[in-house]
Every structure is written in C-alpha cells, then in structure tokens.
C-alpha cells in the first residue's frame, strides 16, 4: 500500500511540486486555496459565484498523465478583443462543470478523469464567498488575495471574512496521511490560506503525520522581505496552533551574484538564506541539498531531486 501524502498550497509552486512528486509511489492528495479574486480566476467568480479554479486548473494539468498538446490546450489563454481575453480554456471548464454538477469537488473529479490524472484533488473549501483579508503592520486591512499580493506590505495577520466550510474530505485525507505538506508558494496568500481555517487546524493538531515545508527560493516583496529559512519556518509555527513543523527542506545551491542582481532590481526579490541556528531553535529537522536550477535566467526548484527528498523522508520515518 502506498503511503498517503497531503500537499497544501497554491499557485505555482504546488503545481511545479507535484509535477514530480507524481512519478514516486504515493497516494497523493492535493489541497489547493480557493480565495484568489485575480486576472481569469477572478471574473469568473465575479460573474459566476464560484470559488476560484485556476490554481485547481495549474494542479490538475501538472498531475495529468496525458500527452503534452492537451496540457497546453487547457492552460492556453485567449488572447481577443473580446470577454473571453485572458481566460484559460481550463478555468472554463472547470466553471462549465461547477455549473452543471453544482459541486467544485465533482468539478475537479471530472476534468481529472478526463485528463487522466491518478491522484486526488480537492477544494480546502466550496464556499463561493471565499474572501481573505490582511492586516498590516500600520493597521489597514486589506480586503482580497490579489490586493493583498499587490499591496507589497507586511502583515501582522492574515484571515478570511467569514470562517470557510472546510471539506470534509479535506480534514479526512488529513486524519489519514502519512505526511503533509506545505508547499512552497507565497506564504500569505498560498499556505496560510489553507491553514487558517479553524477545522483544518483542530485535524493538524490530531494528525500523527509529520509536517514539512518547503521554503521558497527568493523571498516575496514586502511581505517576507529580509525573511530567512528560519523566518519562514517561525512564521508558519505560529499561525500552526500546537502542533509545528516536523521538517523543512530547503537549497543550498550558490546563486550566481548576477541573477541575484537581477531579482533584486526586477523584482525586488532576494535569496533565502539558511539560518541553521535559528532553524535549529525551532526544532524542526533541516534538509538541505542543491534543488536549484537556473532556467532562462530564472531560479527554479529541480523538481524530480525535490520529489526524491521527500520521498526518502517519508521512507526513514
């Protein structure tokens, strides 16, 4: 039988993840944030009242089994005058199914049957209201994911407008895993989403699966600028309750100084450095290797070494 893996997070970097994670023998179950109000994902709500479908969309596509021209197919953007610019052909999809099924869940178990995709993917919630709110280190609150990423300041706490209704499979994969984790990905609008929720908290503190996450690259622009591995680490243990992380891996590949000019003065952006100290007081066990690569001059997590990593974590303990 194989071992049950919860992956929690969002936008790019659980799809990049499990695009290798996929190619090990685990029973994976992906929890995706459903709360961004931005670009394609962002109308359709508006328009629809839906809970927000394309890091569903970037997910289902990275799990997909099936051959390369269909993937591209379902990420492709209409680039046109008219409503339909900006929109993936799988955030249509998957709103045409909400519409006909009435439930997100069955939504995704659909266009995963049509894409050939062996894992199982689920909503962290189906409320179509989904709104998450920041509060700033000055005291403003600001109101929607997409607002939150833009507004390039540091939050004292993140939260949603109303207390989502957590999917009862959701806090069952949870009681049943062997390891969950926290993917890499913005930290306030991709992780804490999901671990915010009270019910998905109450099932964190029960689980008997170690927690592990996976620290970012380059730190995001106001909200964890000058933050290190043991920042990261520090503030997802506080948000956690009692229950804290197990582990976190993360790089120690030497960054050209170029590209890191480069990140610094296009966006803003820095490496994350090791603080082994810090990370030590945490108590969570540090794993380190060189997962980057560099890809058109952009930082990139080697996907399959990350996958192997956490697989022989899993396989010792």
Known sequence: MYKKVVVMGGGTGISYLLKGLKDFPLDITAVISVAD???????????????????????????????????????????????????????????????ITGSLKDSIASLSKLLDVRHQVLPISEDSSLTLMGLDKEGNIIEGQEQITKANRQFDKIFYKNEPKVLPEVLQAIKDADLIIFSMGSLYTSILPNIICKEVKDALNKTKA?????????????ETDGFTVGDHVKLLNRYLDKKKLDAVIASNTYIDPEIAKKYET?????????????????????????????????????????????????MRN
């Open 210 to 222: 170690p927690l592990m996450y996976i620290c970012n690259a380059v730190t995001q622009p106001g």
């Open 266 to 314: 296009e966006e803003q952006k820095e490496p994350i450095i090791i603080d082994y100290e810090e990370i030590k007081k945490t108590k969570a066990e540090l794993i380190e290797e060189n997962l980057f690569t560099i890809v058109d001059n952009t930082i990139r997590h080697d996907s399959l070494k990350l996958s192997f990593l956490i697989f022989s974590y899993l």
């Open 37 to 99: 109000n931005g670009k394609s994902t962002g109308k359709l709500r508006k328009e629809f009242n839906t809970p927000a479908v394309g890091d569903i969309r970037k997910v289902i596509t990275n799990l997909s089994q099936i051959d390369e021209p269909i993937k591209k197919m379902i990420s492709y953007r209409f680039k046109t005058s008219s409503d339909l610019d900006g929109h993936a052909v799988g955030n249509l999809i998957l709103t045409a199914m909400l519409n």
